[in-house]
């Protein structure tokens, strides 16, 4: 009789299954649908769109946003949020540019230092998320005023400087034709994409998102790959904050405030949903490129910048509103 339920709910199973992936392949398409339109838009709009310089600015601006899009794209997948990326990402920045600026370190383990700084609040995250239980909206916005406070406090809000020239290259350098901000975009991309496909904690991931209870009692072990994801997250965020400060070529206190907007509007374009359980890397990207082309393209047009928060602001009321759609067409099928 078991074996009977279960052949006869194999087929609705595999019915919700294809309509997920293509309601998810549907979002990512629109996303990309309006990335195209945007483009062709401001091709035409602008004499400057098309230009070598304008293109290499977008793609280095781009670099921070879709960096940290994609380790959001991994906590939204568990139904978590992270609000501390902006914060958290120019706490790791400055510290970073300081363990250059004060302590003399080389590019490289600074750049490491910055880093391992964004990863380590990643683990305050999701560790209070798990051990406290704590709503991860709570717990990382309590990260958000706590690094912008740490920060404040570290550079009593003044920019520092005295980096080396060699800095520079991380955000602004090149090779040959391809700014190094878009070869870190696609190494990062890879190696999202090969954790999120290939590898146990990137199934994890999804599961937990899908139904963590279900995760839970299935052996998943929900409270380690949850730290995991935050972690990775943080660790992006931090990464990120060193693109951003060597662009610059100080560390600036500043950076980062409302940076958290953009980058859950990338990864929800994109086709991730705030409810778990789907996103993907390449969505992620689409989304990362298509709100750079809509700031990128305001200020071409001489657009006021509060504008450019509005647009954004409606496109993720739309992401949503769609998002909440599809959700209610699976529900719909499964029952």
Do not use: C, H
């Given at each position: 009789?078991?074996?009977?339920?279960?052949?006869?709910?194999?087929?609705?199973?595999?019915?919700?299954?294809?309509?997920?992936?293509?309601?998810?392949?549907?979002?990512?398409?629109?996303?990309?649908?309006?990335?195209?339109?945007?483009?062709?838009?401001?091709?035409?709009?602008?004499?400057?769109?098309?230009?070598?310089?304008?293109?290499?600015?977008?793609?280095?601006?781009?670099?921070?946003?879709?960096?940290?899009?994609?380790?959001?794209?991994?906590?939204?997948?568990?139904?978590?949020?992270?609000?501390?990326?902006?914060?958290?990402?120019?706490?790791?920045?400055?510290?970073?540019?300081?363990?250059?600026?004060?302590?003399?370190?080389?590019?490289?383990?600074?750049?490491?230092?910055?880093?391992?700084?964004?990863?380590?609040?990643?683990?305050?995250?999701?560790?209070?998320?798990?051990?406290?239980?704590?709503?991860?909206?709570?717990?990382?916005?309590?990260?958000?005023?706590?690094?912008?406070?740490?920060?404040?406090?570290?550079?009593?809000?003044?920019?520092?400087?005295?980096?080396?020239?060699?800095?520079?290259?991380?955000?602004?350098?090149?090779?040959?034709?391809?700014?190094?901000?878009?070869?870190?975009?696609?190494?990062?991309?890879?190696?999202?994409?090969?954790?999120?496909?290939?590898?146990?904690?990137?199934?994890?991931?999804?599961?937990?998102?899908?139904?963590q209870e279900a995760a839970r009692l299935s052996g998943i072990p929900v409270k380690r790959t949850?730290?995991?994801?935050?972690t990775i997250g943080g660790g992006l965020a931090g990464f990120a904050g060193m693109i951003a400060?060597?662009?610059?070529?100080?560390?600036?206190?500043?950076?980062?405030?409302?940076?958290?907007?953009?980058?859950?509007?990338?990864?929800?374009?994109?086709?991730?949903?705030?409810?778990?359980?789907?996103?993907?890397?390449?969505?992620?990207?689409?989304?990362?490129?298509?709100?750079?082309?809509?700031?990128?393209?305001?200020?071409?047009?001489?657009?006021?910048?509060?504008?450019?928060?509005?647009?954004?602001?409606?496109?993720?009321?739309?992401?949503?509103?769609?998002?909440?759609?599809?959700?209610?067409?699976?529900?719909?099928?499964?029952?």
């Amino acid at each position: 009789m078991m074996a009977t339920d279960e052949t006869a709910t194999a087929p609705g199973r595999l019915t919700v299954y294809v309509r997920e992936r293509l309601s998810e392949a549907v979002s990512q398409l629109a996303a990309a649908g309006a990335l195209i339109i945007v483009f062709v838009y401001l091709s035409f709009a602008s004499p400057r769109f098309l230009t070598g310089d304008n293109l290499f600015n977008v793609g280095s601006q781009t670099a921070v946003t879709a960096i940290i899009a994609m380790g959001m794209t991994l906590v939204i997948i568990t139904a978590g949020i992270d609000l501390s990326v902006g914060s958290v990402s120019a706490l790791a920045g400055v510290v970073g540019v300081q363990a250059m600026a004060q302590l003399g370190l080389p590019v490289s383990l600074a750049v490491l230092v910055g880093t391992l700084i964004g990863a380590l609040a990643g683990v305050v995250n999701g560790s209070l998320i798990t051990l406290t239980g704590i709503a991860p909206f709570i717990a990382t916005l309590g990260m958000m005023s706590v690094a912008r406070g740490v920060l404040d406090i570290e550079t009593n809000a003044v920019a520092v400087f005295g980096v080396p020239d060699s800095f520079q290259l991380l955000g602004q350098g090149q090779v040959g034709p391809v700014p190094i901000p878009v070869i870190a975009i696609v190494v990062v991309a890879v190696l999202g994409y090969f954790v999120l496909t290939r590898t146990r904690l990137g199934r994890y991931a999804y599961a937990i998102g899908s139904n963590q209870e279900a995760a839970r009692l299935s052996g998943i072990p929900v409270k380690r790959t949850l730290v995991y994801v935050y972690t990775i997250g943080g660790g992006l965020a931090g990464f990120a904050g060193m693109i951003a400060m060597s662009r610059v070529n100080s560390g600036q206190p500043n950076f980062g405030i409302g940076l958290e907007l953009d980058v859950i509007a990338a990864a929800v374009i994109g086709g991730a949903s705030l409810f778990g359980g789907q996103g993907t890397i390449g969505g992620t990207l689409i989304g990362a490129f298509l709100i750079a082309l809509i700031r990128n393209g305001a200020v071409l047009l001489d657009i006021n910048l509060f504008v450019q928060t509005v647009v954004i602001g409606v496109v993720i009321w739309l992401a949503v509103m769609w998002d909440r759609f599809r959700r209610r067409k699976l529900q719909s099928v499964q029952g």
